[in-house]
């Protein structure tokens, strides 16, 4: 039963999980309460939704309020943390975000799925620091426990999302995901709509609508203009995407400067942007898209608590945006099933990482065919943009390289246990945090250069994700990809040099997903 196997998971993890976190310290036993006591109140979600009818949006988001209280509060005791046991602090508040999967339509597990690394990146240095204290061994293994039940369970009793009982009664928005607009027009006219009551709350709440309304219409014609035309090279794809990626950078910019008692609407709307990036994915961008979703309503949830029955606007803001959202996903998935319908495919694509044809044949030539071809280039390309360019690339390229060593390891290696494999990767995990050492600390004229190598390291987490790493890069390279638009609209007829930077770090971002496919299908491949 639903209700019983999450209270056993409970039981078999989180109880000694949180005996061990007493006896640790303080302040971990204090984050993993709060923790456990969300889990409880998700217990306590599901024990109602298997008895009752989906309810309203209105009653869904008051349901939610406990569990979203106590997940914020996790991060609050994280941040204001200051001390030895930082990895463990970090590890639960990375953890925390799985409890959004109520959230999620629909297909909530692989949203769990990728999550995780997130806190095994704290776990595995957590093991490699006391390696051989069985508190900190069982602690982690206790949380990761938990964690990795999750996907497995979500899949068995909620598929598609929350398990509500049928009841005989459907609610207002029950058919949202059942039944797609006529056409991205809808769509557009319901952001109009939603940005009226935008304009009545004022302030930087109309500001950053209107600029989510801009990306919506630069996305409009982006979906026209792909109708009318073959789909193009990669350069000429990241030149249609331009436009939107500026109006997504300006709400960025609104909500992170913005200081005052509306920043849970912007943050709303700052969260909910990245959606229009499922432009981006194949071949599956509905799944993507509805994963987007949760982290908005996070914020539009605090909207709600501090609103309701009081202001109809605010109420309105967040039905209307959350009516966009979840009637995107349903487009989506009626008219762009594997990714942007363009008028008739084309076979060939000169900076298509798909189209690469490995020729060496064994899993590490392979690899080391994507570093010549693409990585070799892109460091000679650094070096002409002066020392601070050349070292994160180096850097990042270094990651790569001891990537490669590991997957030379692998082959000729058994799989070791959790300990023996977070020391394999410490190097490489060093090294990616320096990545993003090195972007925040820079100020300078290659910001958005510096953006794009800092997103491109998500990509290379790859070797820790089972059981299908290969989707997992390909939802990572967007990220990457906004900002390599940023660089490309910059420099485009002015500069080739940086259109080449750009082709070969995307070339060689895409080039992992077909190489993954081929040697590491289910996760990194062990003799």
Same mark, same amino acid.
């Given at each position: 039963?639903?209700?019983?196997?999450?209270?056993?998971?409970?039981?078999?993890?989180?109880?000694?999980?949180?005996?061990?976190?007493?006896?640790?310290?303080?302040?971990?036993?204090?984050?993993?309460?709060?923790?456990?006591?969300?889990?409880?109140?998700?217990?306590?979600?599901?024990?109602?939704?298997?008895?009752?009818?989906?309810?309203?949006?209105?009653?869904?988001?008051?349901?939610?309020?406990?569990? *979203?209280?106590?997940?914020?509060?996790?991060?609050?005791?994280?941040?204001?943390?200051?001390?030895?046991?930082?990895?463990?602090?970090?590890?639960?508040?990375?953890?925390?975000?799985?409890?959004?999967?109520?959230?999620?339509?629909?297909?909530?597990?692989?949203?769990?799925?990728?999550?995780?690394?997130?806190?095994?990146?704290?776990?595995?240095?957590?093991?490699?620091? /006391?390696?051989?204290?069985?508190?900190?061994?069982?602690?982690?293994?206790?949380?990761?426990?938990?964690?990795?039940?999750?996907?497995?369970?979500?899949?068995?009793? /909620?598929?598609?999302?929350?398990?509500?009982?049928?009841?005989?009664?459907?609610?207002?928005?029950?058919?949202?995901?059942?039944?797609?607009? %006529?056409?991205?027009?809808?769509?557009?006219?319901?952001?109009?709509?939603?940005?009226?009551?935008?304009?009545?709350?004022?302030?930087?709440?109309?500001?950053?609508?209107?600029?989510?309304?801009?990306?919506?219409?630069?996305?409009?014609?982006?979906?026209?203009?792909?109708?009318?035309?073959?789909?193009?090279? %990669?350069?000429?794809?990241?030149?249609?995407?331009?436009?939107?990626?500026?109006?997504?950078?300006?709400? *960025?910019?609104?909500?992170?400067?913005?200081?005052?008692?509306?920043?849970? /609407?912007?943050?709303?709307?700052?969260?909910?942007?990245?959606i229009l990036g499922w432009v981006c994915v194949e071949p599956a961008p509905a799944p993507y898209a509805a994963e987007m979703i949760g982290a908005s309503k996070f914020w539009s949830n605090k909207i709600l608590k501090d609103y309701r029955g009081k202001d109809e606007n605010h109420e309105n803001f967040v039905y209307q945006l959350n009516e966009f959202l979840e009637g995107l996903v349903a487009y989506i998935k009626a008219s762009h099933t594997t990714g942007v319908t363009w008028n008739k495919p084309i076979t060939k694509s000169l900076a298509s990482a798909s189209n690469v044809e490995f020729v060496g044949g064994s899993s590490v030539a392979d690899f080391q065919q994507l570093i010549d071809e693409f990585l070799v280039p892109l460091m000679e390309l650094s070096n002409k943009f002066g020392s601070e360019v050349a070292e994160i690339t180096d850097t990042f390229i270094n990651a790569v390289r001891l990537e490669k060593e590991l997957v030379e390891t692998a082959s000729n290696s058994s799989k070791p246990d959790d300990e023996g494999f977070a020391e394999a990767i410490t190097p490489i995990s060093a090294l990616l945090m320096r990545v993003g050492e090195l972007k925040s600390n820079y100020r300078g004229d290659f910001s958005n250069h510096f953006a794009a190598l800092a997103e491109a390291v998500m990509a290379l987490q790859w070797i820790c994700i089972e059981p299908a790493p290969g989707p997992f890069v390909k939802d990572t390279i967007p990220g990457s990809e906004f900002w390599s638009n940023k660089i490309l609209q910059q420099y485009k007829g002015s500069n080739q040099d940086h259109v080449d930077w750009v082709n070969n770090l995307n070339g060689f971002l895409k080039g992992i997903v077909p190489y993954i496919m081929k040697h590491h299908t289910t996760g990194l491949s062990w003799n």
């Open positions: 039963m639903a209700v019983s196997d999450f209270q056993s998971y409970i039981d078999e993890y989180l109880q000694p999980w949180l005996e061990v976190s007493a006896a640790l310290d303080e302040s971990v036993a204090e984050i993993a309460g709060v923790f456990h006591e969300a889990v409880q109140e998700e217990l306590k979600f599901i024990e109602n939704a298997v008895t009752n009818p989906k309810p309203t949006d209105d009653d869904f988001q008051q349901s939610l309020a406990p569990i *979203s209280a106590l997940m914020l509060r996790v991060g609050e005791v994280k941040d204001g943390y200051r001390g030895d046991f930082i990895n463990h602090l970090s590890a639960v508040s990375e953890a925390v975000a799985v409890l959004g999967w109520v959230c999620v339509e629909p297909v909530p597990a692989p949203y769990v799925k990728d999550i995780i690394p997130g806190s095994q990146f704290w776990s595995n240095k957590i093991l490699v620091q /006391h390696k051989g204290d069985e508190n900190h061994t069982q602690w982690v293994n206790n949380l990761n426990g938990f964690l990795n039940s999750l996907p497995g369970y979500i899949t068995k009793y /909620h598929t598609t999302g929350i398990a509500w009982n049928s009841g005989g009664s459907v609610s207002a928005d029950a058919g949202m995901e059942q039944v797609a607009p %006529d056409g991205f027009d809808d769509l557009v006219n319901t952001v109009q709509q939603w940005k009226t009551c935008a304009d009545a709350i004022g302030d930087k709440v109309a500001e950053i609508a209107e600029a989510f309304l801009e990306a919506v219409v630069e996305e409009q014609n982006f979906i026209n203009g792909a109708s009318s035309m073959p789909k193009p090279g %990669d350069e000429e794809f990241q030149q249609m995407l331009a436009p939107i990626s500026a109006n997504m950078m300006k709400i *960025s910019e609104i909500s992170d400067s913005y200081r005052g008692n509306l920043s849970n /609407h912007l943050k709303a709307v700052a969260e909910a942007t990245p």
